[in-house]
């Protein structure tokens, strides 16, 4: 059967505006997805239903439909987006009367089921990840535009591509190749050279504007990563190393569809901004859905000390002190101090002559953390430390959310295709099912020899992505030739990260290797507190813990520099 070409057009909510006309004007395509959701994006989506039970879903992928709805009507592009997050329902019925109001002739379906909300109470939304055989239903059914609740990021193109092939639950492999095919796509340019770690290796004109990523598809599950000619960026086998590793743990990338095995992943450059994608191996998925649920964890309020010149450190000590008398009456009930030595010594500008002090505090009480801790800031403005400023006072202190990942039967959860005439098809859960274990760490290769070394950055050899699962951070290391891999191997063992990365040194660290990409995967347990939305932490998405370890100095074989 042909090729099928998926393309995406957003990796998150406020992703860039135009990438719909851009994919849609700027090569052949058969079906534009977007990935709008993230765990962050579930909760500001569910505040957003408490204030108007209306919404819920990302306003922002109707206006592009207002936009470009016709066009994809014209090219014959059929449009898959879990945009509906928490109403899915409410969207379909927005792209409803937007094509009714363009006087378009578009079959809308939506995929839900996904909403368990109402068995977590005092849950602010709690949702299970869907596969892709609700939105394959829709598009076997004539669908012009699939929107979809929470779903794996990779049901988007899963869906099309079952629906496409005819593939069926069992074709483990092929859903598999597709699972990977979809997880390079759903960050849009990360797999374009966004957030690379090599960037500064190409000319900055190929960075100004990255161009969107697609996939063609083959009936065997295999696809080629590449993107329209003439747009930015660049996809080569790193810059789709890196997405692969994006937000994965061990060697079973598990999904409701399928457990699809990244150590069986090869790649080839398939010439200029072409990446092959084949050899993936499929097991049936586990017997369990993962669910999201997002609750209001309590208040959170922030104030940023200037400490400028001399004494840095008795300084902090002051301030430190003084807050915490002037607070004492009612402590927070959680208090954290960071300092963050930004300054230098003999300064040529009063900036770089300064550093921060940081101050967080959560309580279930708002004043506790409002009123009360401005107050007491802005109390010591005449009788703190000298030079003493804040970057900004505080405020009266915003919610915070937290989040937990549970699991639930796959049978269930009720996954449901409602279809453009009111139809609904019930999606049964998968009839072959496999409880999720380990895989036995691989044999590493041969060590390289002994010889001279230099102190270096980690990163003059490596490329590092790092990013977040819940509380939960990964961190992808990867090298391009098979003598650094010799070495990575064997020098990056987990006291070597630990040693790297002091943060993580008394947290647990689980480390995947992945020979066939040239890579390790480290999963730092805890580290982002209850997730992204908690704020636990100064780089709450741990998005660039990977550059902070190749940042790091240890000893390199200079025959790899």
Known sequence: ???????????FYGDRFDAVREM??????????????AELTMLILGRDRLKDPSAGYARTFL????ECLGLAQERGVRIVANAGGLNPAGLADAVRE????????????????????????????????????????????????????????????????????GWGPADHDRLAGAVVAGHVLECGTQATGGNYAFFAERHPRDLLRPGFPLAEIHEDGSAVITKHPGTGGFVDL??????????????????????ARLDSVRLEQDGPDRVRIHG???????????????RFGGFRNEVVFVLTGL?????????????TEALAKSPPEETRWELVRTDRADAGTEETASALLRLVVRDPDQEAVGRALSGAAIELALAGYPGFHVLAPPGKGAPYGVFEAEYTAQDAVPHLAVLHDGRRIAVAPPEETLVLAEVEEPPLPEPLPDGPVTRAPLGRVAGARSGDKGGDANVGVWVRTDEEWRWLAHELTVDRFRQLLPECAELPVHRHVLPGLRALNFVVEGVLGAGVASQARFDP???ALGEWLRSRHLDIPEVLL
Do not use: W
């Open 1 to 11: 059967m042909r090729t099928l070409r998926i393309g995406n057009a957003s990796g």
């Open 24 to 37: 849609l004007t700027g090569g052949e395509l058969d079906v534009l997805t977007g990935d709008y959701l």
């Open 63 to 66: 206006r592009q439909l207002e």
């Open 98 to 165: 937007l094509a009714d109001r363009l006087g378009l002739s578009v079959r809308v379906a939506q995929v839900e089921g996904d909403d368990l909300t109402a068995g977590h109470p005092g849950a602010l939304a709690a949702h299970a990840y869907l596969g892709g055989f609700g939105i394959a239903a829709c598009l076997n059914e004539g669908a012009d535009v699939v929107v979809t609740g929470r779903v794996t990021d990779a049901a988007l193109v899963t869906g099309p591509a079952a629906a496409h092939f």
């Open 238 to 259: 790193g810059t789709v190393t890196a997405q692969l590793l994006y937000e994965t743990g061990g060697a079973r990338y598990a999904g409701p569809d399928v457990t």
């Open 280 to 294: 993936v191996r499929g097991e049936a998925p586990p017997p369990t859905l993962k669910v999201g649920v997002n």
């Open 311 to 323: 004494d840095i450190e008795a300084k902090a000590e002051l301030v430190r002190a003084q807050m």
């Open 541 to 543: 998405q741990a998005k």
